[in-house]
């Protein structure tokens, strides 16, 4: 250990240190009860000085402390001694491992680097963010204090509306836009992700938008609305409504369309996160009825599916274990939506919203409008749908109510 301890003292005061891991906490241990699962440490340049960031990653959240160098050799000296069992060590010249076991005894492994390698000084602050957590409407959504710092507690969500932002702006890049986008984020509840979508078109892109926000709790929508109103954003209000009740939208000199307005309205983009069970099949039936060019979905709670596959008792090798039986009626859930929504002209894709350990619910379903599919196309896709269906014993799936005749 010693050893290790004397390679890293020498990295610290010669510059080569490049960057540090600590993982595998002991267990039983009265310093090693809480959830911290690691912790990394990387050279930065903070107030023209040389610092090292200490980033302490616990089960649902991230701390930063930044030491000097002797504070630094104290600390992960510590941590080693009390909490880590393992730690590589990153130089310019050669990386130098640390295994303890559980018994106490130290192996230290070291090996040559070959390639050139540089330290990354960049401090965290001056990373590019899509998204602001200065801006007061974080403050007010009780994301950040009020000098815009991510609570700790909200850190986990911040990563997941960062995360979210990218994938929407890669989306959006092969989406053609005329004018004013109209935008409808359906079930937005809290607001988080609408108004991160909202300030990153706007303030970053550049975008002319005009985004609603349909939530049915009134006391929610009241409160998102004055938040809005303090923080003027314009083009920008939540309405309560359900999913299904969901048809006018605010025109762009702040009045209510007249029916004959509704009867034309479209949509750019249509968003669903998280409506639960069929509230995301009614979120793209509007979006199709609508003409979106673009619906994302994260759907949520697959119960319709679930329970046509349990009534109908038709099981196979993998549906016979009530676990793949729920795994498998979310498959099929989504993959009958997209489908579906290809049959109406939508090139579909489903994809990783957020990482597992941040939200189980984690399937992001998009669907990009490219023009009405052929005769044959569509004669296809029905009959993959009905085949689906038939082979696990569904008798109607709920979007499809947007034939308006069953399959």
Not at 52 to 63: A, K, L, P
Not at 229 to 247: G, H, L, N, Q
Not at 351 to 372: A, D, S, W, Y
Request: hydrophobic share 35%; net charge positive.
């Amino acid at each position: 250990m010693q050893k290790f301890i004397n390679k890293l003292e020498s990295s610290l005061k010669d510059g080569s240190f490049v960057k540090l891991t600590l993982s595998k906490p002991r267990v039983g241990t009265r310093l090693a009860t809480s959830d911290l699962r690691n912790v990394y440490v990387k050279p930065i340049i903070l107030r023209n000085e040389k610092m090292y960031s200490f980033t302490y990653r616990y089960e649902r959240r991230d701390e930063t402390k930044n030491y000097d160098a002797q504070q630094s050799l104290e600390v992960i000296t510590n941590l080693i001694s009390e909490i880590f069992l393992n730690a590589t060590l990153f130089t310019l010249t050669e990386d130098v491992t640390l295994l303890i076991s559980k018994k106490g005894k130290a192996t230290v492994m070291s090996k040559a680097v070959k390639e050139q390698r540089e330290q990354n000084v960049e401090h965290d602050k001056i990373k590019k963010r899509l998204i602001n957590p200065e801006n007061p409407w974080w403050f007010k959504l009780g994301l950040t204090t009020r000098d815009g710092k991510v609570t700790a507690d909200m850190q986990h969500k911040f990563k997941q509306i960062c995360k979210y932002v990218e994938i929407v702006d890669g989306v959006m890049k092969n989406v053609k836009f005329e004018g004013k986008i109209r935008i409808a984020d359906m079930g937005a509840g809290k607001g988080y992700l609408t108004f991160a979508l909202y300030e990153y078109l706007t303030q970053k892109c550049k975008y002319d938008i005009q985004m609603e926000g349909v939530e049915i709790r009134p006391d929610l929508v009241m409160k998102i609305n004055e938040i809005i109103k303090e923080s003027e954003m314009k083009d920008f209000r939540f309405v309560e409504s359900s999913i299904e009740a969901y048809a006018c939208q605010q025109t762009t000199d702040n009045r209510q369309q007249t029916s004959s307005e509704l009867a034309h309205s479209t949509l750019d983009i249509l968003i669903a996160l998280h409506a639960c069970n069929t509230a995301t099949d009614d979120a793209i039936i509007k979006g199709v009825e609508s003409g979106a060019k673009l619906i994302i979905c994260a759907p949520c709670c697959h119960k319709q599916i679930r329970q046509e596959m349990e009534k109908s008792k038709v099981v196979d090798a993998i549906t016979r274990y009530g676990i793949f039986m729920e795994r498998q009626a979310v498959m099929i859930t989504d993959t009958i939506r997209a489908l579906i929504m290809e049959y109406f002209g939508y090139k579909t894709q489903v994809m990783e919203f957020i990482e597992m350990e941040h939200t189980p619910k984690n399937v992001l379903l998009v669907g990009r409008k490219v023009g009405e599919p052929s005769t044959e196309e569509k004669e296809r896709i029905l009959n993959e749908i009905k085949s689906l269906k038939e082979r696990y014993g569904i008798e109607r799936h709920y979007l499809e109510k947007i034939f308006r005749c069953p399959l």
